[in-house]
């Protein structure tokens, strides 16, 4: 399996180069070179599997045996999953009037990033243990995607992570879950700036090649295709738990409910479909609502400034993953999305051409809900179900009380990106009780270190010099 960028002007890669490089080398994204679509014997048999199980099967379709021989795949997916506190790893709830939620948070940081991003420390440190290389990871997080970047690699001498966070715009939670790791190669900085903001100097250091390649830059965000493979696999695995038989010609069709920031999980979930599983897209957006004005209208543009939202980990008003999606969805148009993406970066406003929008609104469902309307979500799920939500996954559920199902056949799945023990402030603002856990009561007596970089600090250079510090000082231990 090769990889490609979205943008075309890139030679292809192996898992591994993919797994190192983040963007292409021309500013795109990497996507594999053919996606294998799967036939219904191979679904029937894979619907008996569990979802480690899932997650093997389908890194042995896109990482080449050459790279890493199936046995070590094996044992690196299930040290991953080691830490998740239940057995399931995702288990599912089924509520009344038909809903079911995929949770994706029993992980070590309660997010669903831990699932991708668990695995993908695992893969790394396999190649950085052979290759004897120390890497720098660039992070920029607008809620979970940092501590869960932190926890994968945090204490491991072959790699430093500095993680740029929106200081004040993260639950508490979320950023004492950056803050109180005290490790030698975790760098945290509290920005004052907005989610999108704190991309660009981390864009900057990417698109410097020279810099990139001597310091051997990566990113954990979703711009790393493994955190895509990976979480191809819970799209599977819900489809597997909710469709009520797989013994009739067709299959039944799952719709599927995606609570989207950067795109990562509905990439994730297109690609599945790719792949042949029968499941219908739902993208559900807060009030930064940029997918659904793109789906809806094809007016894939930057609307005024970001608004802060309770659902904090999706204020995203540059959802990069796009990318990868119109690519997909134009027929791996490599042109066609170079043009379009380069012109959204430099005037935030794009229209779509008619045949992807088209497509895209045919591929995709959209639907946006304000903060009042999460805080309800919360509170219908509660009464009916006694089942708390996070701010995220009621974003989710939201769809499901707006829009209720009236195919018994066609079942329907809300994925369940956190858990609400990080969001205790929206829990009371729903006028519930919050729940409590013992690893985040202890965040509140922990030492905490970062640093606060100020709206007239030049964040760029305070980042470049930083990491040219600790590349010299790594570069003396490792030699």
Not at 1 to 17: C, H, K, N
Not at 403 to 431: G, I, N, Q, T
Request: proline letters at 5%; glycine letters at 6%; aromatic letters at 8%.
């Amino acid at each position: 399996m090769r990889y490609v960028s979205t943008r075309g002007a890139a030679g292809s890669l192996d898992f591994e180069g993919a797994l190192f490089s983040g963007y292409a080398v021309d500013g795109g994204l990497l996507m594999p070179e053919m996606i294998p679509a799967l036939d219904y014997v191979t679904l029937q048999k894979w619907s008996t599997f569990s979802y480690p199980e899932l997650v093997k099967r389908l890194c042995s379709i896109f990482i080449s045996a050459e790279l890493i021989p199936k046995p070590d795949l094996n044992d690196l997916i299930d040290r991953a999953f080691s830490r998740f506190r239940h057995k399931d790893v995702v288990p599912l709830s089924r509520l009344k009037n038909g809903l079911n939620v995929l949770e994706l948070w029993h992980g070590v940081t309660f997010a669903f990033k831990d699932l991708s991003l668990s695995c993908t420390g695992q893969f790394l440190q396999y190649f950085l243990k052979k290759r004897k290389k120390h890497v720098t990871i660039l992070v920029g997080t607008s809620g979970d995607t940092g501590s869960s970047a932190i926890e994968s690699v945090r204490g491991e001498r072959n790699v430093d992570i500095f993680v740029l966070l929106p200081q004040g715009l993260c639950s508490q939670v979320q950023e004492l879950q950056m803050t109180t790791v005290i490790e030698e190669n975790v760098h945290v900085f509290l920005a004052d700036g907005n989610s999108d903001e704190i991309d660009e100097p981390i864009k900057e250091l990417f698109a410097d090649e020279g810099f990139a390649r001597r310091h051997n830059l990566m990113s954990l965000n979703s711009i790393n295709w493994s955190r895509i493979l990976v979480q191809i696999a819970h799209h599977f695995y819900a489809y597997f738990q909710c469709a009520p038989s797989l013994d009739a010609a067709p299959l039944p069709v799952l719709e599927m409910v995606v609570p989207t920031g950067g795109g990562g999980n509905l990439t994730a979930g297109f690609i599945a479909k790719k792949m042949g599983l029968p499941i219908e897209l739902v993208a559900v957006v807060n009030s930064n609502d940029v997918v659904h004005r793109t789906v809806r209208h094809g007016d894939f543009s930057v609307s005024g400034s970001r608004r802060s939202t309770l659902a904090s980990a999706m204020d995203i008003q540059e959802p990069y993953n796009m990318e990868r999606i119109f690519w997909l969805l134009s027929g791996s148009d490599s042109s066609l999305v170079k043009s379009l993406i380069e012109e959204f970066y430099t005037t935030k406003k794009v229209k779509l051409p008619d045949k992807l929008q088209t497509a895209l609104s045919g591929a995709l469902k959209t639907s946006s809900f304000s903060d009042e309307e999460i805080l309800q979500a919360m509170k219908d799920c509660w009464e009916e179900n006694q089942y708390l939500l996070c701010p995220h996954s009621a974003v989710a559920v939201g769809y499901h009380y707006k829009h209720p199902s009236h195919h018994p056949s066609r079942p329907r799945c809300c994925l369940a990106p956190a858990s609400p023990v990080k969001f205790k402030d929206a829990v009371l603002k729903a006028h519930l009780t919050p729940e409590d856990s013992p690893e985040i009561s202890a965040l509140k007596e922990m030492e905490t270190r970062s640093r606060s970089l100020s709206r007239d600090e030049d964040w760029t250079n305070i980042l470049r010099q930083q990491i040219e510090t600790i590349t010299k000082q790594r570069s003396v231990v490792l030699n």
